[in-house]
């Protein structure tokens, strides 16, 4: 039997870290990187008399999220006790939220693939809670023991929770992906899946096509990259085909993904609910979000990227590929913004060829964030200009853009002067240099009458290497036809 009579299903569980100042039921700080144990205060490990506050601040983003993704946004929610024991969980439970989320369904619009072959889906939410973090627990350098750093302990988590839509691990990163790209658009999260601020559970099943009932379901735990995620789900849709068709069962369980072996390896039998004894927490009050509390974070929400992607098709003329690209990133769309609004509407489409093109690849060779350019939207915006007017060839402004890029100058007029780059546009100057190519290449000029085309483009790029790059290849083009009386 071929992976093909399998369908995968499934659905991911990410835990977004609220990028608040203070823990959310404490004023310790969040900050990451301090010394182990220096950021854990006595409410967030419980400590005897001690009563937990909830941070206004991590309200506000989760009304923010739910108001992004269309979800119904509760009026009023409850805090829960989840109970386990781990070393890193010293109070021995977490404060989480169950029965009555903050934020209740909503979706996502994703998109899978690239090309002719890509294509839109939409993935539903289930739900999206408030909870705290717990500690780390640290495995290494401590000679066959374990450290435990409990300066995590009470970091606000948005946990987002997805029906079990996604029918391949590309739709599961496109999905992460387009969700890690909106917690950061609207500026609840700063993302960073290094520092954990960003983290995947998936949970994997299989069945065969045409059933209509779910499979069981394994929960991979701690994805922390979008190509470990791939990775593990790959690894794990073929583990359980392999063992259902061994004549074997998949038995409900957390495992975890090692990527040096590029396997899943079982963690513990895979808990529900019940086992964790969830009930409501005493020593806080159900959280009332008045409407008048919403309709002010509405009020303050930025545009979405949907919203923007219309905005530049309709108004700019983009295409969907183009706009969907612009909108990956609240910087990159920020950038694209403040380059056209400098060079003027009507110079849309070469912005954003611009920005996508020359500006991205230089900016991925130095490893750099589009915030970090060292040519600005004003200096682009400009060499645009300068090469819609004329004054520089397309292939000049690359050399233009090169110079910005390297400090050359601080104007793409700057450089221009500087550097002599000025298009040359008089016809007796194009028609000199004409002249002496046709009297320097008369094989070419024999093989064009002959009727092969690519003699004619050499005879071009032979006019336009003596002109040094300066001439238009327009008006090249144009007045070596009439020389050669094609």
């Known amino acids: 039997m071929s992976r093909s009579d399998w ?46 506050v909830l941070n206004r601040g991590a309200v506000e983003r989760a009304i923010r999220f739910g108001l992004a993704i269309g979800a119904h946004v509760a009026e009023k929610s409850v805090f829960a006790r989840k109970n386990y024991f781990y070393p890193d969980l010293p109070k021995g439970y977490q404060i989480s939220q169950m029965d009555l989320p903050v934020v209740v369904g909503g979706a996502i619009t994703i998109r899978v693939g690239e090309g002719e072959a890509a294509y839109e889906k939409t993935v539903r939410l289930t739900r999206a809670h408030l909870e705290e973090d717990a500690g780390k627990s640290l495995h290494e350098d401590f000679h066959g023991m374990t450290g435990i750093d409990l300066n995590r302990a009470g970091t606000p988590l948005l946990e987002i929770v997805s029906e079990p839509d996604m029918r391949s691990s590309a739709e599961a990163v ?25 983290r995947c559970d998936a949970n994997v099943s299989v069945r065969k096509k ?70 409501p927490d005493p020593d806080l009050l159900p959280l009332v979000i008045a409407p008048e509390w919403k309709a002010r974070v509405q009020a303050e929400m930025p545009e979405l990227p949907g919203a923007m992607k219309a905005r530049f098709m309709d108004a700019w003329g983009l295409s969907a590929y183009d706009a969907t690209t612009l909108t990956a990133s609240k910087e990159v769309a920020d950038f694209y913004q403040a380059t056209v609004s400098a060079a003027g509407a009507t110079l849309a489409k070469p912005c954003a060829n611009w920005v996508m093109g ?114 238009g290849p327009a008006q090249v083009n144009e007045l070596l036809r009439k020389k050669l009386g094609a």
């Open 7 to 52: 369908e995968v299903v499934i659905g991911l569980e990410v835990h977004a870290q609220l990028n608040t100042a203070s823990k959310i039921f404490s004023g310790a700080s969040t900050a990451f990187g301090a010394e182990p144990n220096r950021q854990a205060s006595a409410v967030d490990i419980a400590l005897p008399g001690v009563l937990p």
């Open 174 to 198: 496109a999905y992460a992906r387009t969700l890690h790209a909106l917690v950061r658009w609207i500026d609840i999260c700063d993302g960073n899946m290094q520092e954990g601020s960003f």
């Open 210 to 279: 045409g059933a209509t009932e779910f499979g069981t379901r394994r929960e991979i735990k701690n994805l922390n990259s979008f190509r470990f995620l791939q990775q593990a789900i790959d690894y794990e849709v073929q583990w359980q085909i392999d063992t259902l068709e061994d004549g074997g069962r998949v038995h409900q369980a957390t495992v975890l993904f090692d990527p040096d072996t590029g396997e899943t390896r079982m963690m513990r039998s895979k808990e529900d609910a019940h086992d964790y004894r969830y009930f």
């Open 358 to 471: 020359d500006l991205a690849a230089r900016l991925n060779k130095a490893e750099l964030d589009v915030a970090a350019s060292p040519v600005s939207p004003a200096q682009l915006a400009a060499l645009v200009a300068r090469i819609a007017d004329s004054t520089i060839s397309n292939a000049i402004g690359k050399k233009v853009f090169e110079a910005l890029w390297n400090g050359e100058g601080s104007t793409a007029d700057e450089v221009i002067d500087k550097q002599g780059l000025k298009q040359v546009t008089d016809t007796g100057a194009i028609e000199a240099m004409i002249d002496e190519v046709l009297a320097a290449n008369q094989k070419s000029v024999d093989e064009f009458r002959a009727g092969k085309e690519k003699a004619f483009n050499a005879l071009v790029g032979q006019v336009m290497k003596a002109s040094k790059g300066k001439a």
